[in-house]
């Protein structure tokens, strides 16, 4: 199947799933095979066409965010030279609309964890509790619904290459399964609503809780702050703290709450309603130039 885009529906396919908001992605030549729900598609991007199988058009307008107003969303983002630069760089970038129980379980798993590591602990929790899936001759594996998680043990979930994380994925997969977790509540409730909620969870901290509510929610105005976004305070943005404040956190690794809280508020209010749109090309920017 195709979709046609409009001259004005700015999009890349390739920025898109190369920004790291989404762990389940592999390009093979030029076309992108992923697994989304109990979904396996693969997509490509020639010029202004969108060609996938396997997945219906609206899906693919749905998790591409294609419904977005991109255009509306940027012009509001760009606030200074720098984000101007990073929107120029990586201009067609948008935020997906993953599945929430899958997004959760992924950015639980991603504290402390780089991108290929997260990659491959979530492969294992598929391969082991999810089910296969054969796709252009090859094997894929659904992600695991919590009452299969439900199920194994925290020493199963270990050998995941979970660590740590096994107790938290295991204690969150038996409150989701036991109904403690509304995920269309939480995308109908305003922003900090949602985020508090979370919070209750197991694993889930601030950043975890603005991953999820940015990609898989539907909140744009959210803006998670990992070690890349403090950088690019540091760098771009230093101006709008005291200088006191700009020291000390320069000067370790980890952010307290009330400093993660400080960082994510000026980001809300510096960008706006799509602040969440500035940090990913912001944080995708800052990474591809090491």
């Known amino acids: 199947m195709k979709i046609q885009l409009s001259p004005s529906c700015s999009f890349s396919l390739d920025f898109t799933l190369c920004c790291g908001q989404a762990f389940r992605w592999n390009k093979q030549s030029e076309w992108w095979y ?29 998790y591409f965010g294609l419904n977005d107003d991109l255009q509306k969303i940027l012009s ?62 090859c094997n894929f594996y659904t992600f695991p619904p919590p009452e299969r998680l439900v199920k194994a043990t925290q020493k199963e979930l270990a050998k995941c ?14 409150r989701v399964h036991e109904k403690c977790l509304d995920f269309e509540h939480l995308s109908n409730v305003p922003y900090e609503k949602a985020r508090e909620e979370l919070l209750d969870f197991p694993g889930v901290g601030l950043k975890v809780a603005d991953c999820v509510l940015l990609f898989s929610l539907g909140k744009l105005e959210a803006f998670p702050v990992d070690v890349w976004i403090k950088r690019v305070i540091l760098k771009y943005y230093v101006n709008h703290f005291r200088k006191k404040f700009m020291r000390k956190i320069s000067s370790k690794k980890s952010l307290t709450g009330s400093e993660y809280e400080k960082l994510n508020l000026f980001g809300r209010s510096y960008f706006g309603d799509y602040a969440g749109y500035a940090q990913e090309y912001l944080y995708h920017y800052e990474r591809t130039q090491r």
Request: aromatic fraction near 12%; include cysteine; hydrophobic fraction near 40%.
């Open 34 to 62: 992923g697994v989304v729900g109990e979904k396996v598609f693969k997509i490509r991007q020639i010029g202004d066409a969108l060609e996938f199988e396997n997945a219906d058009a609206n899906f693919i307008k749905g």
């Open 76 to 137: 509001q983002i760009r606030k200074d030279n720098h984000i101007e630069r990073t929107v120029e760089t990586f201009k067609g970038l948008r935020i997906l609309r993953q599945d929430p129980w899958e997004c959760l379980i992924s950015y639980i798993c991603a504290t402390y964890k780089n991108i290929s590591g997260i990659k491959q602990m979530i492969f294992n929790l598929s391969k082991r509790f999810g089910d296969r899936v054969v796709f252009d001759g």
């Open 161 to 174: 290459s979970l660590g740590y994380r096994a107790k938290y994925v295991s204690e969150t997969a038996i």
